[in-house]
């Protein structure tokens, strides 16, 4: 019998975070190895041409389009693996990977990190502690919604939501009526496409839960046969309680006691369990109060890989393909320096121009980098109709202080440009 002429290829769904790309090739152990991307509507950049051997697009919300770019990678390459690493990969990573019949997430697990509800219930099955919760549908009693979730103020949520859009807190019934009505809006004209694959008819739901109070972290980790190692536990000491919920600052390690992060810990290998991750990373969100873990959500997907990188040295790209191919990671692994992350969020909606002190913020003292991921002219939202962060500020100190002031005086002397008309960004040219 002939042997197969096709080439092993690793196959990435939707495209690395900003400075990741560059992990490729040192994480590729199978060096004879193609490394793929499918993504939607973007244009590759000259680095995406440099990181990938071939590249597709496709639509990833819907079985036959991704169907048929399966099939003709299939022509060419053997899959060893796939990999969604961002939240709007998951679903169809997964997808993938079953219909190529190679090992990874499945389906469900899939689901359960990504439908708020599946995961609320998932987690709740395994005694994980989260907050109170209801399935708010057409047509649903506001009375039964209130009585299963206790007290005003409560937190509503698109099923399929993600980086906060959406999310947002009503504090009597009157706030409550208008949250889920803003967010039926949403889902109809801006988050539809994200439930054909595997819930459309979750289009017309959402989540309605009790308020979690409390100090609240973030944990990345990766789950190597099942098991959940965790690489970094972060601290958002600037978090938001709504009425949005925009991301802001982040510092690893944590400013945590020791019976508080053992308590997360086990909270965390817990909902990695609920969920069914067998292997790749994860990132979960908790908050902490008087001792008691409600975790917020669980996702199948890196977290904060630059933060990851600067405070530990590890590489979640290269941990995530040496897990797949059964390479055995550290037994240990700690912090060996303070670091964080400002998501730079925009506080007005309109078109973006710039921004006009970024040359004095990046020669601020412990400032490593910051990346600016819109171009003049853009459209901007801020939550919680956000159109994705303006961009992030990376910080690294030699302690917690020293990076939250940073952090800090970044986020409160940035100046963002916003104007309420489109921008010419060729007028210059034609004057």
């Not at 998932?122 to 919604?145: E, G, I, R």
């Not at 909270?267 to 990695?272: E, P």
């Not at 530990?312 to 912090?335: C, M, N, R, S, W």
């Not at 952090?407 to 921008?423: F, N, S, V």
Request: glycine share 6%; charged share 20%; with cysteine.
């Amino acid at each position: 019998m002939a042997r197969s002429t096709k080439q092993q290829a690793i196959l990435f769904v939707g495209k690395l975070p900003f400075k990741l790309t560059s992990s490729l090739t040192t994480a590729n152990l199978h060096g004879s190895s193609k490394l793929l991307l499918i993504q939607e509507h973007e244009l590759p950049t000259p680095t995406d041409r440099l990181s990938y051997n071939a590249i597709f697009h496709t639509n990833f919300h819907q079985q036959t389009p991704l169907d048929q770019t399966l099939a003709k990678i299939e022509n060419e390459f053997t899959i060893s693996a796939v990999f969604g690493l961002s939240e709007i990969g998951v679903l169809p990573a997964a997808y993938l990977t079953q219909k190529a019949g190679i090992k990874g997430n499945t389906i469900n697990t899939a689901l359960a990190c990504r439908n708020k509800h599946t995961m609320r219930m998932a987690l709740s099955k395994a005694n994980v502690s989260v907050p109170k919760f209801h399935l708010y549908q057409t047509h649903s009693s506001l009375t039964d919604t209130e009585n299963a979730c206790g007290e005003y103020p409560l937190i509503c949520k698109p099923l399929l939501g993600f980086a906060s859009k959406g999310v947002i807190r009503a504090d009597n019934r009157e706030e409550l009526v208008k949250a889920i009505r803003r967010i039926n809006r949403d889902n109809a004209f801006v988050l539809s496409s994200f439930y054909n694959l595997f819930c459309p008819e979750d289009v017309n739901k959402v989540l309605v839960e009790s308020f979690a109070t409390g100090k609240e972290y973030a944990v990345d980790g990766i789950v190597v046969d099942g098991e959940a190692q965790i690489l970094q536990i972060i601290d958002k000491p600037d978090v938001s309680n709504g009425p949005y919920f925009p991301d802001s600052v982040h510092i690893s390690p944590a400013n945590i006691d020791d019976n508080a992060k053992n308590q997360l810990i086990i909270a965390t290998k817990s909902s990695v369990a609920a969920v069914g991750l067998v292997n790749g990373p994860f990132h979960l969100e908790a908050r902490i109060d008087q001792d008691i873990v409600n975790v917020i959500e669980i996702g199948a997907r890196i977290g904060f890989p630059r933060l990851l990188k600067l405070s530990t040295g590890l590489d979640i790209v290269k941990l995530t393909i040496e897990q797949h191919f059964k390479a055995k990671l550290a037994d240990t692994i700690g912090p060996t320096c303070f670091a964080g992350n400002l998501c730079i969020n925009p506080e007005t909606a309109g078109f973006f121009n710039g921004i006009s002190n970024l040359e004095t913020l990046r020669k601020l003292p412990n400032v490593d980098e910051i990346v600016v991921f819109v171009q003049p002219g853009d459209k901007v939202h801020p939550p919680p109709d956000s159109s994705g962060y303006i961009g992030f500020a990376i910080v690294k100190g030699n302690s917690y202080d020293e990076v939250a002031t940073t952090l800090y005086e970044i986020r409160d002397t940035i100046q963002i440009d916003i104007k309420q008309r489109r921008i010419d960004c060729d007028a210059k040219n034609n004057n």
